[in-house]
Antibody, heavy 117, light 110 residues
Framework: QVQLVQSGAEVKKPGASVKVSCKAS????????MQWVRQAPGQGLEWMGW????????KYAQNFQGRVTMTRDMSITTAYMELSGLTSDDTAMYYC??????????WGQGTLVTVSS | QSALTQPASVSGSPGQSITISCTGT?????????VSWYQQHPGKAPKLIIY???KWPSGLSNRFSGSKSGNTASLTISGLQAEDEADYYC??????????FGGGTKLTVL
């Protein structure tokens, strides 16, 4: 069965970076783009971007250009999302989700990132 | 791009039907038949319930249905059940390999 298992919660200081992992299993990792979506406390979903695990090509939302880097390690079927220059506005749950063709059919459990001094 | 517009809340009684709207522009909803809908219960990850405007993921209840007219997509839930109480989000392809989500709608089952 398809599973996306994300890394654990993180607490970071303002200005720091965070790297969230998303371990995929139960399907061919290279065959599906991986999307990243975040959700601030009590707020809606916000699209961050995607990575094509096969090529490593990425596309980022304008709001995150210059601050986000998405990578992957094919040998361990894991995708990563790194966000730099953290501020309190980046406190959120971060989700990875498998892209089945312009929709996300499987989601990770989420990783809570808290930015606090 | 700007978030798609959804009503903040809707409510209905068990057994009734409700509809949630999702209004975009002719750069996203209006240009592509690629609207998806997600259900999110508190503390849980979102769950896909409709894709490509009106298609159901396998194994999902057909009490959920989707449609589109112009720049507005809609999700209808028929035969409301207590377990349908959740937040609902629309999402549209917005061109240039980008997505945009709606602000979310809280459904209360009275």
């Amino acid at each position: 069965q398809v599973q996306l298992v994300q890394s654990g919660a993180e607490v970071k200081k303002p200005g720091a970076s965070v790297k969230v992992s998303c371990k995929a299993s139960g399907y061919t990792f290279s065959g599906f783009y991986m999307q990243w979506v975040r959700q601030a406390p009590g707020q809606g979903l916000e699209w961050m971007g995607w990575i094509n695990p096969n090529s490593g090509f990425t596309k980022y939302a304008q709001n995150f250009q210059g601050r986000v880097t998405m990578t992957r390690d094919m040998s361990i079927t894991t995708a990563y999302m790194e966000l730099s220059g953290l501020t309190s506005d980046d406190t959120a749950m971060y989700y990875c989700a498998r892209d089945k063709g312009e929709h996300a059919d499987y989601w990770g459990q989420g990783t809570l990132v808290t930015v606090s001094s | 791009q700007s978030a798609l517009t959804q009503p903040a809340s809707v409510s209905g009684s068990p057994g009734q039907s409700i509809t949630i709207s999702c209004t975009g522009t002719n750069s996203d909803v209006g240009s592509y038949n690629l609207v998806s809908w997600y259900q999110q219960h508190p503390g849980k990850a979102p769950k896909l319930i409709i894709y490509e405007g009106s298609k159901w993921p396998s194994g999902l209840s057909n009490r959920f249905s989707g449609s589109k007219s112009g720049n507005t997509a809609s999700l209808t839930i028929s035969g409301l059940q207590a377990e349908d109480e959740a937040d609902y989000y629309c999402c549209s392809y917005a061109g240039s390999s980008t997505w945009v989500f709606g602000g979310g709608t809280k459904l209360t089952v009275l």
